[in-house]
Nanobody
Framework: QVQLAESGGGSVQAGGSLKLSCAAS????????LGWYRQAPGKERELVST???????SYEDSAKGRFTISRDNAKRTLYLQMNSLKIEDTAVYYC???????????????WGQGTQVTVSS
């Protein structure tokens, strides 16, 4: 059974927008924190943004001011609105879920399969 399923990736020109969605099972959606990671070719997976069940959102510097994380509890869906996309945003984006961040670190225990985002000039 798929616990987390991303969608919404695609190809866009620099400066454009995309909205990623992540549909979650009821159990997973009840996790303390949900979030998005990304992995660019040849690079390590990196955190993009998290959203706790208390509504506290956090963003890495690369996403601040351009990306917005949100959730729809009725649809059990997590979103990532990405605006002003840059070529360096090209990556596979993964939805994740897990316990609340602790001491500034988040360690998810559930992952989606990922969705490709490609930004071109």
């Amino acid at each position: 059974q798929v616990q987390l399923a991303e969608s919404g990736g695609g190809s866009v020109q620099a400066g454009g927008s995309l909205k990623l969605s992540c549909a979650a099972s009821a159990f997973i959606f009840g996790s303390c924190a949900l979030g998005w990671y990304r992995q660019a070719p040849g690079k390590e997976r990196e955190l993009v943004s998290t959203l706790s069940m208390y509504g506290i959102a956090s963003y890495e510097d690369s996403a601040k001011g351009r990306f917005t994380i949100s959730r729809d509890n009725a649809k059990r869906t997590l979103y990532l609105q990405m605006n002003s996309l840059k070529i360096e945003d090209t990556a596979v984006y993964y939805c994740a879920a897990g316990p609340c961040p602790s001491r500034g670190k988040w360690t998810p225990n559930s992952w989606g399969q990922g969705t490709q985002v490609t930004v071109s000039s």
